[in-house]
């Protein structure tokens, strides 16, 4: 059964950086094709996707957030850290990570799609 | 970026009725769409993938259909436990995007 969670502080101050924790069990993030992803979705709002780190260290980011974020992952400890710099109060939002996986019904290539979540961490930008 | 509009935005259905959801891309992305629903409060789930496959586990009254541009979330009967936000998403190229949502409450 694959589970994944998000750990990081609840309030950040305008300027400081944010670091999220996903720590996730019942894959490993070495297994050819698996990914670990990031989504946000501020209040009220609708989701936002953010980052994602394949197994062989592949990363994309969100070209709006690309300056301000870096996505790693420590596969010993099965856990994907995001960061996030110069927060804002824009930034507020609850932060989810997902398990990406793939399955090749549309070929030639195969889609990836996000199946299991996070409960998500709310964070709040604030003084 | 890939463009996902989502329509309607809300809508309000009486429990058994039809409830159809359309997600439009740009540009054309194949059959790389997925659907969530996602509950007050909650994270949200994967209902359909690659357009037209239903997860494991998810209801039968929920199907998907399209390719290319314009692709539709479907409830066949709906439920009151439906009630949620639904999301299309496009894994055709990073950044992957999200529809705006649609609110289906039920009346």
């Known amino acids: 059964q694959i589970t994944l969670k998000e750990s990081g502080p609840t309030v950040v101050k305008p300027t400081q950086t944010l670091t999220l924790t996903c720590t996730f069990s019942g894959f490993s993030l070495s297994t050819r094709g698996v990914g670990v992803g990031w989504i946000r979705q501020p209040p009220g709002k609708a989701l936002e996707w953010l980052a994602l780190?394949?197994?062989?260290?592949?990363?994309r980011y969100s070209p709006s957030l690309r300056s301000r974020l870096t996505i790693s992952k420590d596969t010993s400890k099965n856990q994907v850290v995001l960061t996030l710099t110069n927060m804002d109060p824009g930034d507020t939002a609850t932060y989810f990570c997902a398990h990406n996986t793939y399955d090749f019904v549309v070929v030639p290539a195969a889609i990836y799609y996000m199946d299991v979540w996070g409960k998500g961490a709310t964070v709040t930008v604030s003084s | 970026d890939v463009q996902m509009t989502q329509s309607p935005s809300s809508l309000s259905a009486s429990v058994g009725d039809r409830v159809t959801i359309t997600c439009r891309a740009s540009p054309d992305i194949s059959s790389y769409v997925n659907w969530y629903q996602q509950k007050r409060g909650t994270a949200p789930k994967l209902l359909i993938y690659a357009a037209s496959n239903l997860q494991s586990g998810v209801p039968s009254r929920f199907s998907g259909s399209g390719s290319g541009k314009d692709f539709t979330l479907t409830i066949s009967s709906l439920q009151p436990e439906d009630v949620a936000t639904y999301y299309c998403?496009?894994?055709?190229?990073?950044?992957?995007?999200f529809g705006q949502g649609t609110k289906v409450e039920v009346k």
């Open positions: 998403q496009q894994s055709y190229s990073t950044p992957w995007t």
């Open positions: 780190i394949y197994w062989n260290d592949d990363k």
